[in-house]
């Protein structure tokens, strides 16, 4: 892949934590840190499981390696685009974490074009709070997101108020906004 196919991938991504995840505060960590420029995008390329799994534990000893890295989104534009596939990388990508001993440290969240929360219609609004241009692994420092929680007034309802917000900005409005992740700069 070459850099500039990267760099456009990256800034899809970018653009969609900008314009969806921070502009609909679906996350109260994203805002600082974007600002701060403390988020590292990184594509990873591979579609077997295992070259994937090792640019995750490569990306967690870059977070060990470089405090100026906050919080890191790998992005996986090839080989995942099926939901049930991506499910099955995050499940061995949770199991690789805590037999690495990075559980407590790191924290895995998941994005992808076609996430669907269990139970939950595929045209649920509410997918959307997870829905990203790409499938991506999301490595997030605990500690710090447990700081933030803390100035966070009811931490815990956080999730529910994502879905009322989703709810309430609809299906097309969120398609919308994740489309537009993917126009072209001039």
Not at 151 to 158: L, R
Request: charged letters at 25%.
């Amino acid at each position: 892949m070459s850099q500039s196919n990267q760099d456009i991938l990256i800034q899809h991504s970018q653009r969609w934590l900008e314009e969806v995840v921070i502009a609909h505060n679906f996350c109260p960590f994203a805002k600082r840190e974007f600002i701060k420029k403390s988020i590292h995008f990184d594509v990873i390329p591979h579609t077997k499981t295992e070259e994937c799994l090792e640019s995750l534990i490569a990306a967690c000893e870059q977070l060990d390696n470089d405090a100026s890295i906050e919080t890191m989104l790998l992005i996986l534009p090839n080989g995942y685009t099926n939901f049930e596939d991506y499910l099955d990388l995050v499940d061995y990508a949770d199991r690789l974490l805590e037999a690495q001993n990075y559980e407590g440290t790191y924290q895995l969240a998941s994005f992808h074009p076609d996430y669907c929360f269990d139970e939950s219609e595929p045209n649920d609004p509410a997918n959307y709070t997870n829905r990203s241009p790409y499938p991506m692994l999301h490595l997030l420092r605990e500690a710090s997101i447990e700081r933030v929680l803390e100035s966070v007034e009811d931490p815990e309802a956080i999730p529910q108020n994502n879905i009322e917000r989703a709810k309430s900005l609809g299906i097309v409005h969120l398609k919308q906004r994740l489309e537009n992740c993917f126009r072209t700069t001039e």
